[in-house]
């Protein structure tokens, strides 16, 4: 009983705080209002058990939004955000395409003809869906990791603006590198 | 040690122990600026409890188009958060939760910090203060990762991230001796996410004190006791993780990390006021290309010690 109750006034903190999201008029309180939603969901995680998945979901939702403000305060309006300021725009597109998709995804649900189980439960279901997804298919999963790092690193070199050339000289043999900023070991 | 059902009526004992370690810091750095400044230390050992009952009687200083409910929230932040980090950190042999991600609790909890200490700054409506919470996001990036390491190490080692079995772990030898480095590690963002020390910048008096330059009352006093409290919380933490909880001869278990702790809460004050400040732009270098590898080298040999004894 306490758990239902709990769980409810989770769900409705996690609901009616994404709702202020949109309600206020700050950047500040737009983005801390997604981190209590997020923060309530992670506890509502917590209470299934899944004590990892809701405290880092807590964690890293949190650390998110921290930064995330940041950004948001620098880049959006004309004012970079430190005034009040509207958190919707085009309103009318918005509801429509809202409105489409509840309406898909709730006839989804309630229209499919969901299988029932065939067989029985396995006792630890995190080994068996660690099995399922990786036992046949460690080898797919082996390579795809280095190439997945490999993209990573070269997205980054062709983005990066200033390699090392530009940094320690043609020849790499400047003693102290040539920065717009000095960072603590550059002298 | 594990294990130990706690009636839930204890945690009304943890704010007081909390309280009683932070007022401990507290009084200790008003004897170390006592000393410095040439008057008798005990009247510096006496000036958190004057500096109590002068904030809780100050009126609240008002700034136009303040935030009041995020600065307010942030305000009261850093106590709640050391608070919550109680709960998972063992006294002898009490512990109030000890959950299964005790560690990761903690760790979440010093992200909380984030948001804390630049909505304080935010709250304000004052150029110094935010530039204060900007600076605490900027070091924040720098001593999160290192940190995030020095957590993990110690779990590797004990093959668990429940804080009473990290501590259990230690019955033959505390980790600080074969874990240094991400002892080290952890004890520097000890410092950092309470904004104290060297990393105390973004309350530094070179920009009208920072987060706290219009924070006064009752406000100012909860920042001030979260900081305090926040440094209370690390340490015994850190007696957990690296020193071994409440082991030692004679005296009994929580006897012991009570005074572990109070060792440590010195230790941080004192050598605090030795090292000069330490810029967040500078800082995000050092701690990217010498802590965090660093840290990372700790948990690999650590990871090797305890692949090989199996």
């Known amino acids: 009983m306490l758990s239902i109750i709990v769980f409810s006034a989770l769900a ?19 983005t801390y209002a997604l981190a209590v939603s997020f923060v309530a969901v992670g506890v509502m995680l917590v209470m299934f058990d899944l004590d990892y998945i809701g405290v880092i979901t ?12 940041i950004y948001m305060i ?26 489409g998709i509840f309406l898909l995804l709730a006839a989804g649900a309630l229209l499919v003809p969901w299988p029932a189980r065939s067989g029985t439960a396995a006792p630890d279901l995190t080994v068996a869906v660690g099995e399922a997804l990786m036992g046949s298919k460690m080898l797919v999963m082996l390579t795809v990791s280095p190439i997945l790092f490999a993209t990573i690193v070269a997205a980054l070199v062709l983005a990066n603006p200033r390699g090392r050339y530009d940094r320690w000289g043609d020849n790499l043999k400047r003693v102290c590198p040539d920065d717009p900023q000095q960072g603590g070991l550059g002298k | 040690m594990t294990g130990a059902v706690m009636n839930p009526a204890w945690a009304l004992l943890a704010p007081v122990v909390l309280g009683v370690l932070a007022l401990a810091g507290a009084a200790l750095n008003g004897v170390f600026v006592a000393r410095a400044e040439g008057r008798p230390a005990l009247s510096g050992a006496a000036r958190p409890v004057l500096e109590v009952m002068r904030l809780m009687r100050q009126r609240r200083r008002v700034t136009v188009a303040a935030d009041r409910l995020l600065w307010r929230i942030g305000g009261m932040a850093l106590l709640v ?6 709960a998972v ?49 900027a070091q924040a990036v720098s001593y999160e990762l290192p940190l995030m390491f020095a957590l993990v190490t110690p779990a590797v080692a004990a093959h668990s991230l429940r804080v009473s079995e990290v501590v259990d772990a230690q019955q033959d030898l505390w ?34 004190g920072g987060i706290l330059t219009e924070v006064s009352g009752v406000d100012r006093l909860l920042i001030m006791a979260g900081r305090y409290a926040l ?6 933490f850190a007696v957990a ?13 929580w006897l012991w990390t009570i005074v572990k702790t109070l060792v440590l809460l010195a230790g941080f004050i004192a050598v605090s006021r030795r090292l000069s400040a330490i810029r967040p732009d500078r800082l995000a270098e050092v701690a990217w290309i010498v802590v965090l590898p660093l840290a990372l080298l700790q948990t690999l040999v650590v990871s090797i010690i305890v692949a090989v004894r199996g």
Do not use: Q
């Open chain 2, 241 to 253: 993780l690296f020193l071994g909880g409440g082991s030692g001869p004679l005296l009994p278990d």
């Open chain 1, 74 to 99: 620098m880049f959006m309006g004309m004012n970079p955000a430190l005034m009040p300021m509207s958190m919707v725009h085009n309103n009318r597109w918005s509801a429509i395409l809202a409105t």
């Open chain 1, 58 to 69: 807590i964690l890293m939702m949190v650390m998110e939004m921290a930064i995330m403000a």
């Open chain 1, 12 to 30: 409705i903190i996690a609901v009616a705080s994404g709702i202020a999201v949109f309600r206020v008029d700050s950047m500040a309180r737009a």
């Open chain 2, 89 to 137: 950190i063992p006294l002898g042999p009490w512990i109030l939760a000890d959950i299964s991600v005790g560690i990761v609790w903690f760790n979440a909890m010093d992200v909380m910090v984030w948001a804390g200490m630049w909505l304080i700054g935010w709250g304000a409506n004052s150029a110094h203060a935010l530039a204060g919470g900007y600076r605490f996001l």
């Open chain 2, 81 to 86: 958060i050391a608070l919550l980090k109680t």
């Open chain 2, 231 to 236: 440094l209370a919380t690390g340490a015994a």
């Open chain 2, 175 to 208: 980790f600080v001796v074969w874990m240094p480095v991400a002892f080290l590690v952890f004890c520097g963002s000890v410092l950092a996410f309470s904004a104290w020390g060297p990393f105390a910048t973004a309350a530094g008096a070179d920009i009208a």
